[in-house]
């Protein structure tokens, strides 16, 4: 019997994700967001390959937008919004047009945006292990 390596992957993802807390997921999409960008760039040349990458990246940072609380998150979920808003543009730009800054612009702001989001979940552990 043979075992695809995408299969056990798929697996292990679905298992990551399953046992996974909300900023676990957050971080997990923002990675593969930042994955796929990073794709797409390092494909820019083939268009059918840095479109596959970009419309992944595209629809996870869609996932974030509509997952965002506005009624709870007040500022931040805005200015999170307007972020979202900025990088699906801009993954079009770079797309349609062949942008390459456009595509390095949402990777900086995944690259800036990520460590915040480990950070936030770091201290939410080191909470639950204080007295």
């Known amino acids: 019997m043979h075992i695809h390596t995408q299969t056990v992957h798929a697996a292990y ?9 909300p900023l676990r997921i957050i971080i ?3 990675e593969g967001a930042l994955r796929f ?9 083939d268009p059918a390959s840095r479109g596959q990458a970009l419309g992944r990246a ?5 996932e974030l937008m509509a997952a965002l609380d506005h009624e709870h998150g007040n500022e931040i ?11 699906l543009d801009s993954l079009i730009t770079a797309n349609v047009s062949g942008d390459q800054k456009a595509l390095q612009s949402v990777i900086n702001v995944l690259n800036t ?10 201290q939410g552990q080191q909470d639950q292990t204080q007295p």
């Open 77 to 87: 979920a805005e200015n999170l919004d307007d972020l979202y808003g900025y990088m």
């Open 37 to 45: 960008s990073r794709q797409a760039l390092d494909q820019f040349g």
């Open 58 to 62: 595209h629809r996870i940072i869609s």
């Open 28 to 30: 997990l999409l923002y």
């Open 13 to 21: 993802q679905t298992g990551q994700i399953s046992s996974a807390g």
């Open 113 to 122: 945006l990520l460590p915040a989001w480990r950070e936030i979940e770091s």
